[in-house]
């Protein structure tokens, strides 16, 4: 049956808008296209599937995890705030954050978006003898990925969602009909793994830049199941009860754990022999911070790509920088220390407990992992020709131990501030260009700025708002390993979860472990390492059950670099980063709450989960 359809702005509309705007729909489209047109050439799919790529929930450059303007955190193509980081809520970076304040969510419910794909699943089998051999198929298995891709978005916020895998259609459908339940949360889970199953029957090996393939399939499988054994293996430990709970629509039974963990190795493995990890320099240190700017890197799985005439380049090399170092720029968030050691404890005191002097600001990252100076930029790194002058003040003479000085009160201390580059004392400049100052947010707040996916190769003068096209990599080789060594670990196969930690470690530069070194604590450390400021470590932190205790009344701190003027020297000291913010975590934010909107819609979704 031939049905007329809007090309997919339109097509997308879902089974809420319907119920609330039903007398609208009721006029006749305008600029409308058949199914004929979308679904009997390659080039209509591919109009069709642009807009689904397109809406796909990436949390990339432009995700802001609180959503803004009431609009929800995914594909905010004019946001340039890429400051507002997910990292920024958790103490991976320090920002603008008040505390956690995106832990509520932001109401992202695309059964529009899922209805859009169940559409296109439906429909394109009728068209099959438009298309030669089985390209059919392969357009299904893409298909299954997406809508796979889609709940894996609403599951791991929810937990247990309703599961809608046909087109739904009012009025032919009455109301009743529409207003579906929740699925248990594992139910979920297994529906995700199911559809990616498909996928990697259906879809070919390869693909062009932004499309997925079958390895892609298998990668979401790897971090979906995952995700889904951790909640069965700690999801008991530590959670709020209520009603849907009980009902199993969040949570999962801890014996499906070993299940979950077993499936994500699987999967992990399938990718073998086909993706390998960036080496193509002999520079640990530069060929780390390439990893994430070539586009020809045989690590990467699905990347999006961005582009300055599609409307869509992002500003992350902009506002992640200082504008000393760019053409217009506002940086606001900063890897804290508390980040930065997880690499080791940086050794700036003396046995006495003084701070030990150094001649020039680089002094203090000589030796480090390369991976991790691919990371941050520490004090007296340079980018695009000057150097992070970093420096928090000047003191005219220092004695004393690092540990009396931090604990004094800031009135009590005898160093000299700024709130402005342009403060002297005796002929010499009080703060770096590149900060640290007492006034605004503009400057890094920790002592450091973030390095990955910094395009060091950009002219100083190019670097502007919505300028940067580096592509965001949504699925890397790296985080395959690391879910196959979590997945190893949790089923007592450390010798796997050991093989897949040392190539990583190799590759980083950094020293190899041994057998006895494998903990699950070891492994989620090398998780947070290499996956820093992607967009992992909240995520992770709540399928670990571990946020509340990280986060609990949590304040993180800063190395802070200052000038002795006295002796000609800098010193360094470790404290609280100068935002000053405090974290907490209530436990209820393990899980968004189901929005209100929808549950007006549909009372069929309740309970709403715990304490909301």
Same mark, same amino acid.
């Given at each position: 049956?031939?049905?007329?359809?809007?090309?997919?702005?339109?097509?997308a509309?879902?089974?809420?808008?319907?119920?609330?705007a039903?007398?609208?729909?009721?006029?006749d489209?305008?600029?409308?296209l058949?199914?004929?047109?979308?679904?009997?050439?390659?080039a209509?799919?591919?109009?069709?599937?642009?807009?689904?790529?397109?809406?796909?929930?990436?949390?990339?450059?432009?995700?802001?995890?609180?959503?803004?303007?009431?609009?929800s955190?995914? @594909?905010?193509?004019?946001?340039?705030?890429?400051?507002?980081?997910?990292?920024?809520?958790?103490?991976?970076?320090?920002?603008?954050?008040?505390?956690?304040?995106?832990?509520?969510?932001?109401?992202?419910?695309?059964?529009?978006?899922i209805?859009?794909?169940?559409?296109?699943?439906?429909?394109?089998? @009728?068209?099959?003898?438009?298309?030669?051999?089985?390209?059919?198929?392969?357009?299904?298995?893409?298909?299954?990925?997406?809508r796979?891709?889609y709940?894996?978005?609403?599951?791991k916020?929810?937990g247990?969602?309703?599961?809608?895998?046909?087109?739904?259609?009012?009025?032919?459908?009455?109301?009743?009909?529409?207003?579906?339940?929740?699925?248990?949360?594992?139910?979920?889970?297994?529906?995700?793994?199911?559809?990616?199953?498909?996928?990697?029957?259906?879809?070919?090996?390869?693909?062009?830049s932004?499309?997925?393939n079958?390895?892609?399939a298998?990668?979401?499988?790897?971090?979906?199941?995952?995700?889904?054994?951790?909640?069965?293996?700690?999801?008991?430990?530590?959670?709020?009860?209520?009603d849907?709970?009980?009902?199993?629509?969040?949570?999962?039974?801890?014996?499906?754990?070993?299940?979950?963990?077993?499936?994500?190795a699987?999967?992990?493995? #399938?990718?073998?022999?086909?993706?390998? #990890?960036?080496?193509?320099?002999?520079?640990?240190?530069?060929?780390?911070?390439?990893?994430?700017?070539?586009?020809?890197?045989?690590?990467?799985?699905?990347?999006?790509?961005?582009?300055?005439?599609?409307?869509?380049?992002?500003?992350?090399?902009?506002?992640?920088?200082?504008?000393?170092? $760019?053409?217009?720029?506002?940086?606001?968030?900063?890897?804290?220390?508390?980040?930065?050691?997880?690499?080791?404890?940086?050794?700036?005191?003396?046995?006495?407990?003084?701070?030990?002097?150094?001649? @020039?600001?680089?002094?203090?990252?000589?030796?480090?992992?390369?991976?991790?100076?691919?990371?941050?930029?520490?004090?007296?790194?340079?980018?695009?020709?000057?150097?992070?002058?970093?420096?928090?003040?000047?003191?005219?003479?220092?004695?004393? $131990?690092?540990?009396?000085?931090?604990?004094?009160?800031?009135?009590?201390?005898?160093?000299?501030?700024?709130?402005?580059?342009?403060?002297?004392?005796?002929?010499?400049?009080?703060?770096?260009? $590149?900060?640290?100052?007492?006034?605004?947010?503009?400057?890094?707040r920790?002592?450091?700025?973030?390095?990955?996916?910094?395009d060091?190769?950009?002219?100083?003068?190019?670097?502007d708002?919505?300028?940067?096209?580096?592509?965001?990599?949504?699925?890397?080789y790296?985080?395959?390993?690391?879910?196959?060594?979590?997945?190893?670990?949790?089923?007592?196969?450390?010798?796997?979860?050991?093989?897949?930690? @040392?190539?990583?470690?190799?590759?980083?530069?950094?020293?190899?472990?041994?057998?006895?070194?494998m903990?699950?604590?070891?492994?989620?450390?090398?998780?947070?390492?290499?996956?820093?400021?992607e967009?992992?470590?909240w995520?992770?932190?709540?399928?670990w059950?571990?946020?509340d205790?990280?986060?609990?009344?949590?304040?993180?701190?800063?190395?802070?670099?200052?000038?002795?003027?006295?002796?000609?020297?800098?010193?360094?000291?470790?404290?609280?980063?100068?935002?000053?913010?405090?974290?907490?975590?209530?436990?209820?934010?393990?899980?968004?709450p189901?929005?209100?909107?929808?549950?007006?819609?549909?009372?069929?979704?309740?309970p709403?989960?715990?304490?909301?």
């Amino acid at each position: 049956m031939k049905r007329v359809i809007r090309l997919y702005s339109m097509i997308a509309l879902g089974l809420m808008t319907l119920l609330s705007a039903c007398q609208k729909l009721d006029i006749d489209p305008v600029d409308v296209l058949s199914d004929d047109q979308l679904f009997s050439s390659e080039a209509g799919v591919n109009a069709y599937l642009a807009e689904v790529y397109r809406k796909l929930p990436v949390e990339d450059f432009t995700y802001r995890p609180g959503g803004r303007d009431g609009q929800s955190g995914f @594909n905010l193509h004019h946001e340039w705030e890429h400051f507002w980081h997910a990292g920024a809520g958790t103490g991976e970076l320090s920002g603008p954050w008040g505390g956690l304040d995106f832990a509520g969510g932001f109401g992202y419910w695309p059964y529009a978006d899922i209805r859009a794909v169940n559409y296109f699943i439906e429909g394109l089998p @009728n068209y099959a003898s438009h298309f030669v051999g089985n390209r059919v198929n392969e357009l299904l298995g893409e298909a299954y990925f997406l809508r796979a891709y889609y709940y894996f978005a609403l599951v791991k916020r929810y937990g247990g969602v309703p599961l809608i895998s046909s087109v739904q259609n009012y009025p032919q459908q009455t109301i009743e009909e529409l207003q579906l339940p929740r699925n248990t949360e594992a139910q979920c889970w297994d529906f995700i793994g199911e559809d990616l199953d498909r996928a990697w029957e259906m879809m070919p090996a390869t693909s062009v830049s932004g499309r997925a393939n079958k390895y892609a399939a298998m990668a979401l499988k790897s971090r979906a199941m995952l995700y889904a054994g951790s909640i069965a293996k700690y999801g008991s430990v530590n959670y709020v009860d209520g009603d849907a709970r009980a009902l199993g629509f969040v949570g999962i039974e801890a014996g499906k754990a070993e299940g979950y963990f077993t499936k994500a190795a699987d999967a992990a493995k #399938l990718l073998e022999g086909h993706y390998s #990890l960036y080496e193509k320099e002999s520079n640990k240190e530069l060929n780390y911070a390439n990893t994430f700017l070539d586009n020809n890197s045989p690590e990467n799985i699905l990347v999006r790509d961005y582009s300055i005439p599609g409307r869509s380049a992002h500003s992350w090399d902009a506002t992640l920088s200082p504008r000393y170092m $760019t053409a217009n720029a506002l940086s606001r968030a900063y890897p804290t220390l508390d980040f930065v050691e997880r690499f080791g404890l940086l050794n700036v005191t003396n046995p006495d407990g003084t701070p030990r002097r150094y001649d @020039n600001l680089a002094q203090v990252w000589q030796g480090l992992e390369p991976r991790l100076l691919a990371t941050v930029y520490f004090p007296g790194a340079t980018l695009r020709g000057l150097t992070f002058d970093v420096q928090r003040g000047i003191y005219p003479s220092f004695t004393g $131990t690092a540990a009396a000085e931090v604990a004094k009160q800031s009135g009590d201390r005898s160093y000299i501030l700024a709130g402005g580059t342009d403060a002297l004392y005796q002929g010499r400049q009080v703060i770096g260009m $590149t900060g640290i100052k007492t006034s605004g947010d503009d400057m890094t707040r920790t002592g450091f700025y973030v390095r990955k996916y910094i395009d060091y190769r950009r002219p100083q003068a190019e670097v502007d708002l919505f300028t940067s096209t580096t592509h965001w990599i949504e699925f890397r080789y790296a985080e395959i390993l690391l879910n196959r060594a979590e997945a190893a670990i949790e089923t007592s196969h450390p010798e796997d979860a050991l093989l897949c930690i @040392n190539l990583l470690r190799n590759r980083a530069g950094a020293t190899t472990l041994g057998l006895s070194d494998m903990t699950v604590e070891v492994v989620r450390n090398e998780r947070c390492k290499e996956l820093a400021f992607e967009n992992h470590y909240w995520w992770d932190l709540r399928r670990w059950r571990t946020a509340d205790v990280v986060l609990n009344n949590a304040r993180f701190k800063g190395l802070l670099p200052y000038y002795v003027f006295d002796e000609g020297k800098y010193i360094f000291l470790k404290e609280p980063e100068t935002f000053n913010r405090n974290f907490n975590f209530d436990k209820r934010f393990y899980y968004e709450p189901i929005p209100g909107g929808e549950l007006a819609k549909n009372p069929n979704l309740y309970p709403n989960n715990p304490n909301y």
